[in-house]
């Protein structure tokens, strides 16, 4: 059990502990939220606690971009107003959000699920790396855009693919200006997001 649980109901412990297994919460968020719960009106806690589950049982990959979605394929590789001629490359679904929300982009994705990453075992082949080749066969692609994080593991994803997809005579640009080193896609703001996907240069 965790240390700084105060001693009450195991019930609560136990959502406690579950809570403080979330991204961004510690102990003390997890205590405040379990007490919220506690005193929220049932209507809320089973709404929350059905949503948490249709989450689990609705939402899929996409069989072509492998972007969390309910219709496969998803909404964007299924829509008649993007640019087929350009995919954007991304380590996670959230980030298509956070380039979405920019307006800016009108091309298709493709989601990797990870980086490579030596030190933590995640080779090529861990990675939706095979799938997007085989979507760049058909001619179709004129563009790849590069919209991995520029960390270490964002960084050295993105000179694998370029390695691998130029010779194929596709232009591959990476997103630069306004993203400093570091920047987890997810995290960064509209501004900075737009200068970047405007200022993606040749790789
Ligand atoms: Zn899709």
Partial sequence: MN?????????INKLIQELNK????????????????????????NLLAETILSVKQKVTLSCVCFN????????????????RSKICIV??????????????YQGLYHVLHGAISPTEGVGTGDIKINELMSRLQDGLINEVVLATNTNLEGEQTAMYLNKLISPLGIQVTRLARGLPFGTELEYA???????????????
């Fill in 3 to 11: 240390q700084g649980l105060i001693p009450t109901a195991e019930a």
């Fill in 22 to 45: 979330l991204p961004g919460i510690g102990p003390k968020s997890a205590q405040r939220l379990a007490y919220y719960l506690l005193r929220a009106p049932e209507e809320q806690t």
């Fill in 189 to 203: 703001d509209d501004v900075t997001l737009t200068r970047a996907l405007e200022g993606r240069q040749e790789f």
């Fill in 68 to 83: 969390v979605t309910e219709s496969d394929p998803c909404l964007i590789c299924s829509s008649d107003h993007r640019d």
């Fill in 91 to 104: 380590e996670q679904p959230q980030d298509i959000l956070a380039l979405e929300h920019t307006r800016i």
